[in-house]
């Protein structure tokens, strides 16, 4: 990763792009190199500066934030695009990540949450330190996390289109402070040992929901638990690969000494 990972931030709300600049700003990691008031600026400053991250609202005058994310997409600009909004409707979700975005999050989001988005949408998210980091509560387009790595979560919901572990990596989820809940969209595939731990709580509140139709696939020797939810996709559970918890899945496989507890057809 970059030394210092520059931003473009686009609200018409002048207030809201003050406190987002100051907010990030307190991370010497990340830049504000330009504010915009509406989408056409937002444009022509992530043509003319290449940052790597520009955080858009998405109801923006002169062109919205889709416009702009398909500008970037369809120009093959180098900027990660995060949205920061306020609609929860999962419709304009889904047209965000048909458009490319790498992270939709909400504006009630907590600061904490809302400056971690340009390091971890800076690219698909390895963290730093070789796998080493923490995934802030919201929307990604890809989770890649590296053999040996290791990704913490806290507790709230996920949503990521990608969710990719190497083989000895690791999950740690923190549920001291509530439940995680991880919706996984297109693409679920966990590495040979790679594991899932748990401090503050049990599997009963972790819940995975998969809703693509690729087969989930859990390497040999992987160790995971939750509720998984998955009722378009086969369930590859691989050699002494083992699920603690519930299943509910179209299909299920064991490998040899494979093991789970599911509900499921």
């Known amino acids: 990763m ?13 207030i809201v792009r003050q406190g987002l600049r100051q907010a990030i700003e307190a991370d010497p990691q990340l830049k504000v190199v330009a504010e915009a008031g509406d989408g056409r600026t937002a444009l022509d400053r992530t043509q003319e500066l290449t ?15 889709f416009a702009v994310a398909r500008e970037v997409r369809d120009q093959k600009l180098s900027a990660a695009v995060i949205f920061l909004t306020i609609h929860r409707e999962e419709d304009l979700f889904n047209e965000a990540m048909d458009v490319g975005a790498q992270g939709y999050v909400l504006k009630d989001s907590t600061t904490t949450d809302i400056v971690a988005l340009p390091q ?3 690219g698909p998210f390895t ?20 053999a ?29 402070a509530g439940p995680i809940t991880i919706f996984v969209t297109s693409q ?32 040999t020797t992987s160790n995971y638990q939750g ?3 998955a009722p378009l996709a086969l369930v590859n559970l691989q050699s002494s ?25």
Not at 2 to 10: D, F, G, L, P
Not at 51 to 65: C, S, T, Y
Not at 153 to 172: D, H, M, P, V, W
Not at 191 to 211: E, F, P, Q
Request: with cysteine; glycine share 12%.
């Open 2 to 14: 970059k030394s210092e990972i520059r931003i473009v931030i686009a609200d018409d709300h002048p």
């Open 51 to 65: 940052p790597e991250v520009a955080v858009l609202d998405i109801d923006m005058p002169l062109m919205d934030g």
């Open 120 to 122: 971890m949408s800076f």
């Open 127 to 146: 963290g730093p330190n070789a796998g080493a980091g923490t995934l802030a509560p919201g929307s990604y387009n890809a989770v890649q996390v590296p």
């Open 148 to 176: 040996s790595g290791t990704l913490n979560f806290s507790a709230g919901e996920y949503r990521i289109n990608q969710l990719t572990l190497g083989n000895n990596a690791e999950l740690k989820l923190d549920l001291t």
């Open 188 to 219: 679920l595939q966990l590495g040979n040992g790679s594991k899932m731990t748990l401090t503050g709580g049990s599997s009963l509140d972790v819940t995975i929901n998969y809703a693509g139709t690729q087969t989930a696939s859990f390497g």
């Open 227 to 229: 509720t998984l939810v």
């Open 241 to 265: 690969s083992s699920y603690t918890g519930s299943v509910c899945a179209q299909r299920i496989t064991f490998g040899g000494s494979a093991s789970a507890r599911f509900h499921g057809n």
